[in-house]
């Protein structure tokens, strides 16, 4: 894992909110394609929502009409908002960014990016 790019996380009960941020400041490409997995134990990482430099948003079946990824181009930092907690969103977050544009569900494959941060805990108690 890399640098700590995110910020956020916490612990809150079922149907609560979280706000992550990822700080992609500290990379050279100009433009960077960021998106957020998240792992939970004893399952496989998966994509949850992905955001590219032009505001386009993609999202995983999961986080549709609950999450939204958001970008400030000002502060190099990348959002992600989660409404309607529920215990199963119990896992490890992690941001990552990488500078090629990724196309289709290609947003959902966690081998495509090159960058990563350490990830945050979300616990969800119902």
């Known amino acids: 894992q890399g640098r700590g790019m995110e910020a956020g996380g916490g612990s809150v009960q079922s149907g609560g909110s979280l706000i992550h941020s990822c700080d992609v400041a500290g990379h050279t490409y100009s433009h960077l394609f960021v998106g957020w997995f998240r792992e939970a134990p004893g399952k496989e990482r998966e994509g949850v929502a992905a955001?590219?430099?032009?505001?386009?948003?993609n999202y995983a079946d999961s986080a549709k009409g609950r999450f939204t990824i958001s970008q400030d181009n000002a502060k190099n930092t990348v959002y992600l908002r989660m409404n309607s907690l529920q215990p199963e969103d119990t896992a490890m977050y992690y941001c990552?960014?990488?500078?090629?544009?990724?196309?289709?569900?290609?947003?959902?494959?966690?081998?495509?990016?090159?960058?990563w941060g350490q990830g945050t805990q979300v616990t969800v108690s119902s």
């Open positions: 955001i590219d430099d032009h505001g386009s948003t």
């Open positions: 990552a960014a990488d500078p090629a544009h990724f196309l289709g569900d290609q947003f959902l494959d966690d081998t495509l990016y090159g960058f």
